[in-house]
């Protein structure tokens, strides 16, 4: 079943604030010493004073704020892996001719949830929303919420051990008491038909219908005002409609309402198409080029997880200052407010799965946990204009196992959501051929992956890891797939303020150069429709160590840790000014 479509937009009772801690890492709260599920453990809530055999006391402890990672909030914590409890008593809760849900925006990476001693709901991944229904577990006073999360990276997980990004442990995202009548609109998706845009089409599904039943949507601005019969489960319509386009320039939004007996949900939903054509993205039938920038799920000033609308808008200001009208989120699901600030602010967007480098190709268990991460991204999101393309995976080595395992998420994406691109981000194929007495240096896109796809991406970083800086020119790039590309990685690494010849590396004058390179690179690449270079901020990792320079963070960012922008930025941002639809000849 899935999860309460846009629950903001519901009766809720926020759960943020402090909550009470306890470290775990051997699982004395959930594990017997034989190995089994203790039935006595800390989700009971007990003290000394309860229970002889109690060794901890929730409301004696310390506490953290939620949401948050832990890693940044106690220095102790900064690289603590493993098991945490949190508890919190809830508030009173008027539960009369009323169901309610616990709704959790993640938890990274695997949680278990109990209200009142009784297990709610078990969530396996770090960056899509869950939920539980609680309404039978709640007494008229003194109800108690205890949540487990253990944040370790698995050889089986999604992402798996090895990672480029700091892993934030904890309730990451914000906690909802969700509230709606005995009867609700669960779910519902309402679009231009892809097939014909002249129509908007959807479906509503509907807790507690019975069949025959009816719905009504209501469009007020494009006077529609339609009742829809209910069915079991998904419940089409479809309807003549001549909305105004949702564009980056014009990102015009209608109110979408959904009404069904006591039950009342209302949208903003804006309206556009997104279709390729040859080597073309075209939204709302006219060709785009995509002026982007990648970004993490990082504060743009603080080196902490983003997880509120005021962290969503300070990057979106700052890609918009860029120049920017594309976002790559990478390399996982962002928050709800990331998504909802792009609709209003008219940032199209890449989401993404982590799908990421040594995932267990063979194991359809994994697969299984992949899909089941990437069914619930699509389904939160499927509602908003901005996102444009669903991504399957990251810098994934070619084998038969692995396009086998990606070929499976592109049929789920599509079969979720038919209305939007699926993209993957590529390696290339390098050579060096002679021509001429000249070594020229080759790049092929022909990743078996492709096939599938409708938008290719490809990660490349000429000028940093794979050649030197003035081996960038002069690259030639092949593709015989007829499909458009979005460069989506390249960039240099550099520490704000250290400066340097522009050939001297970790020095923001050979970010910059490289940024020159590489742009006047790809002004010559026929197939290319956009860019996403590698990244709006410098991000915490543990792959960075190097003293002095990196320490502990990636610094390709084009702003560092604490927002301060770079001399790569003004470089970008003058590329963005021009038309990069015309492109150069290659010849």
């Not at 959930?30 to 809530?45: I, P, Q």
């Not at 832990?70 to 919190?88: D, I």
């Not at 290339?428 to 007495?437: A, D, Y």
Request: net charge negative.
């Amino acid at each position: 079943m899935s999860n309460i479509q846009n629950p903001y937009a519901r009766e809720t009772i926020s759960l943020n604030g402090d909550w009470h801690y306890i470290i775990d890492p051997y699982e004395t709260g959930f594990l017997t010493m034989f190995g089994a599920e203790n039935t006595r453990g800390y989700h009971l809530n007990q003290t000394p004073s309860d229970h002889w055999a109690s060794e901890y006391n929730f409301p004696d402890s310390p506490t953290l704020k939620v949401p948050g990672d832990w890693n940044t909030q106690v220095p102790e914590l900064k690289w603590y892996e493993g098991t945490l409890w949190y508890y919190r008593p809830l508030p009173k809760i008027e539960t009369t001719h009323k169901r309610t849900f616990i709704r959790f925006g993640a938890a990274n990476y695997a949680a278990v949830v109990w209200v009142n001693g009784e297990e709610v709901v078990r969530h396996t991944g770090g960056f899509t929303p869950f939920e539980g229904e609680i309404t039978d577990l709640l007494k008229p006073d003194g109800n108690f919420l205890v949540v487990k999360v253990d944040d370790q990276r698995l050889k089986n997980g999604v992402p798996a051990l090895n990672t480029d990004w700091w892993n934030y442990g904890g309730i990451t995202r914000d906690v909802l008491l969700v509230q709606t009548p005995t009867t609700f609109v669960r779910d519902y998706v309402c679009q231009l038909d892809p097939e014909n845009n002249d129509l908007i089409s959807g479906h509503v599904t509907v807790d507690g219908a019975v069949p025959g039943q009816t719905a009504t949507l209501s469009i007020k601005e494009l006077a529609i005002e339609a009742v829809i019969t209910l069915g079991v489960g998904e419940s089409k319509f479809s309807m003549q409609a001549s909305p105004d386009r949702w564009t980056p320039d014009s990102p015009r939004r209608y109110t979408v309402e959904f009404r069904v007996e006591a039950d009342t949900i209302s949208d903003q939903i804006g309206f556009r198409s997104i279709k390729t054509d040859g080597e073309n993205i075209l939204l709302n039938g006219e060709s785009i080029f995509l002026k982007g920038i990648s970004s993490h799920e990082e504060a743009l000033t603080e080196a902490r997880r983003a997880n509120s609308e005021a962290d969503a808008r300070a990057i979106f200001n700052e890609a918009k200052a860029l120049g920017c009208n594309f976002v790559r989120l990478a390399h996982y699901t962002h928050n709800d407010f990331m998504t909802r600030v792009a609709d209003e602010l008219g940032i199209l967007l890449w989401c993404k799965v982590p799908v990421y480098w040594g995932i267990n190709w063979e194991s359809t268990d994994v697969l299984n946990n992949a899909r089941n991460q990437l069914t619930e991204m699509i389904e939160r999101d499927r509602n908003c204009a901005s996102v444009i393309l669903w991504s399957v995976a990251n810098e994934t080595p070619v084998s038969e196992a692995r396009t086998a395992f990606l070929s499976e998420l592109v049929r789920t994406a599509k079969d979720l959501d038919p209305s939007r691109l699926v993209t993957a981000a590529m390696f290339m194929r390098p050579e060096k051929i002679e021509e001429n007495g000249e070594t020229i240096r080759t790049y092929t896109l022909d990743d078996p992956l492709a096939e599938q796809l409708d938008v290719m991406g490809c990660n490349q970083y000429l000028g940093w890891y794979y050649t030197k800086l003035e081996d960038i020119q002069g690259s030639r790039w092949y593709s015989a797939m007829n499909k458009p590309l979005i460069m989506s990685e390249f960039g240099a690494g550099a520490p704000k303020g250290r400066r340097g010849a522009p050939t001297e590396r970790w020095t923001e004058d050979y970010q910059r150069s490289v940024y020159e390179e590489q742009l006047a690179m790809m002004q010559g690449i026929r197939f290319v429709r956009g860019l996403s270079p590698w990244i709006i901020k410098d991000f915490r990792t543990p792959k960075r160590p190097l003293p002095g320079i990196q320490d502990y963070f990636n610094r390709k960012g084009l702003v560092s840790e604490k927002g301060e922008r770079k001399l790569a930025w003004e470089t970008l941002a003058d590329h963005y000014k021009k038309d990069l639809l015309t492109r150069d000849d290659p010849s």
